[in-house]
């Protein structure tokens, strides 16, 4: 079953219509297994590599690479990914990093939506001024924004 | 914020899933933003905020 209905799927590509640039989603998850290792499952794994799948059926301007984490784990360290499932956003236009842990539902599917044209066109939404603020800063700065899907 | 500094790593975290970084960060409230495990606010707030706690935490006294 499909995530997007016919309506979303319509809106995003019109969303999707001012992209320019391409973005990478490199996506962190499990490889389906018959067997149940316990304390390792991942009970949204799946569901948000269809979601991503979906959303990256909707513009030729978005690619989705998917890792297994166990089996990847060297690319997982590379972006210091600890737990899945989780979505780094890269860019030409990202000088930082972007990224998702657990499936963005509800609220936080506008945010990735938003981020995903931020990304595309290599600007933030943000005023001048704070811009130029980012700009000075100097020290690895670690943002984590905690939500919940409602 | 990620995209215009390439020193800022910027995470979003749905906390159902991972209970044990809800535990370690003491979340009763979303959205809860915590910065460098040093400033923390909770709520959406105007941007000229954010970018004060970005400074703060950015400040070489806060380490």
Redesign the interface.
């Known amino acids: 079953m499909a995530f997007l209905s016919h309506n979303d799927q319509n809106e995003i590509k019109r969303l999707f219509e001012q992209l320019s640039g391409d973005v990478r989603l490199i996506h962190f998850t499990q490889r389906e297994s018959p067997l149940f290792l316990p304390g390792q499952e991942c ?2 794994c799946k569901d948000t590599r269809l979601l991503l799948e979906e959303i990256v059926g909707l513009s030729d301007k978005i690619h989705l690479e998917a890792h297994d984490f166990v089996a990847e784990n060297e690319i997982a360290r590379e972006h ?1 990914i600890d ?1 899945i499932p989780a979505l780094v956003m890269t860019a030409d ?13 509800g609220y ?1 599917f506008s ?2 939506l938003g981020s995903l044209v ?2 595309s066109l ?3 939404a ?2 001048e ?3 130029k ?3 000075g ?13 409602t | ?18 209970p044990d ?2 535990q370690r ?1 003491a ?1 009763r409230g ?8 040093t400033v923390e606010f909770v709520g959406s707030i105007p ?2 905020q954010f ?1 004060e706690h ?2 703060r ?2 400040s070489p006294s806060t380490s």
């Open positions: 009970e949204t210091a737990r236009g990202v000088k930082g990093k972007v990224r998702y842990f657990g499936m963005p539902s936080e945010v990735l931020d990304a290599g600007k933030s943000l005023s001024e704070t811009v603020v980012l700009q800063l100097d020290k690895d700065l670690h943002i984590q924004v905690f939500v919940t899907p | 914020m990620a995209i215009e500094n390439p020193r800022i790593v910027a995470d979003v975290v749905e906390v159902n899933e991972f970084l809800a960060y979340i979303v959205p809860k933003t915590v910065i460098n495990e941007e000229s970018v970005l400074q935490a950015s």
